[in-house]
């Protein structure tokens, strides 16, 4: 045991080391007065972009067993799409999917949905979507519609499309930051239509998909 001496030499030692510890605390771990409120972006979206694959994805959904529905995801998408709220008619989209960044969180169901009776990605690498023509319901929705091609299948496609936020986003660094706008799309497709007839009782025909674009623009 330590006599009481001994501790009241330590102790200012001790006082002094904890302030030292906590000056070297990291800026963030400093609280604030209060958090600031997070809020969508309205600036003017009209741009050419190209996707960030980084933050963006998308679900599809699929009825199971007649009993259920599972959500699986891809988890690249690149291309890019121009946006102008004042003349629709510039607007273009040029979206792909890579089938292997296919992802269903269960090793074996991913790999039987890569395979022939499903996606087979070895024939088929891509999914691909490509706009013709878009048409604004207000300023932030619209319908999107174009060509989709699945299994080298290609059928017309209606996206429902809504406008989440533009502006610029200084404090990202690049390949992330910059002028920065976003959509989320959603459909529900039939893959019948596209060749996927595996288990036509066990799965459901219709299939929801559901878009999440996050886009740079690029300069003009």
Request: charged share 15%.
């Given at each position: 045991?330590?006599?009481?001496s001994s501790r ?156 989440e936020g533009a ?54």
């Amino acid at each position: 045991m330590l006599r009481s001496s001994s501790r009241s030499l330590l102790a200012p030692a001790l006082s002094t080391a904890v302030a030292m510890a906590l000056c070297a605390a990291p800026a963030w771990a400093a609280e604030t007065t209060a958090p600031q409120a997070y809020v969508h972006k309205h600036a003017d979206p009209a741009g050419s972009y190209r996707v960030d694959p980084d933050h963006s994805g998308v679900q599809f959904t699929i009825g199971h067993a007649g009993v259920g529905r599972f959500t699986g995801v891809f988890k690249r998408v690149t291309g890019s799409y121009t946006f102008d709220p004042a003349n629709p008619a510039k607007d273009k989209a040029d979206i792909v999917i890579p089938a292997h960044s296919l992802d269903t969180f269960l090793s074996q169901r991913n790999t039987d949905l890569l395979a022939a009776p499903f996606f087979d990605a070895a024939a088929h690498p891509d999914i691909r979507f490509v706009g013709t023509r878009y048409v604004p319901q207000n300023q932030t929705h619209g319908k999107l519609y174009g060509n989709l091609t699945l299994r080298g299948v290609t059928h017309p496609a209606t996206f429902e499309v809504t406008l989440e936020g533009a502006g610029d986003v200084a404090y990202l660094p690049k390949p992330w930051g910059g002028y920065l706008s976003g959509f989320v799309a959603t459909t529900t497709i039939n893959r019948m239509d596209y060749g996927m007839t595996a288990f036509p009782a066990g799965l459901s025909h219709a299939v929801k998909v559901r878009v999440e674009i996050e886009g740079v623009r690029t300069p003009s």
